[in-house]
């Protein structure tokens, strides 16, 4: 099973860009739909990005779109979340998790993801 290890959070004011890595161990990166998940102090965690195996389909939540891009890199082993136009309410950790799929351009449903990174802590300053 893969294992995930997130980097590339730190500080960074409003309007700066920050590019979150997130890398899996094992050779079968690839048989696996990725996405970025983010929980701020006292909220509950939310969506924020996923890209299926392929890497055909991707989706983002509102709150990013235009500002953030996500995408992949199946020989590296690594997903990445370029983050732009970074805003205080950004301010959040970000965690890299994993679903296997059997359809390459599948996104899961956010509750069937069950392999999750230990999460890396973004926050912007305002």
């Known amino acids: 099973q893969v294992q995930l290890v997130e980097s590339g959070g730190g500080l960074v004011q409003a309007g700066g860009s920050l590019r979150l890595s997130c890398a899996a161990s094992?050779?079968?990166?690839?048989?696996?739909?990725m996405a970025w998940f983010r929980q701020a102090p006292g909220k509950e965690r939310e969506f924020v990005s996923a890209?299926?195996?392929?890497?055909?389909?991707?989706y983002y939540t509102d709150s990013v779109k235009g500002r953030f891009t996500i995408s992949r890199d199946n020989a590296k082993n690594t997903v990445y979340l370029q983050m732009n136009s970074l805003k205080p309410e950004d301010t959040a950790v970000y965690y890299c998790?994993?679903?296997?799929?059997?359809?390459?351009?599948?996104?899961?449903?956010?509750?069937?993801?069950?392999?999750w990174g230990q999460g890396t802590q973004v926050t912007v300053s305002s």
């Open positions: 890209i299926s195996r392929s890497g055909d389909k991707i």
């Open positions: 998790a994993a679903d296997w799929t059997t359809i390459p351009t599948m996104i899961p449903e956010s509750y069937e993801y069950d392999r």
């Open positions: 094992g050779r079968t990166f690839s048989m696996y739909a």
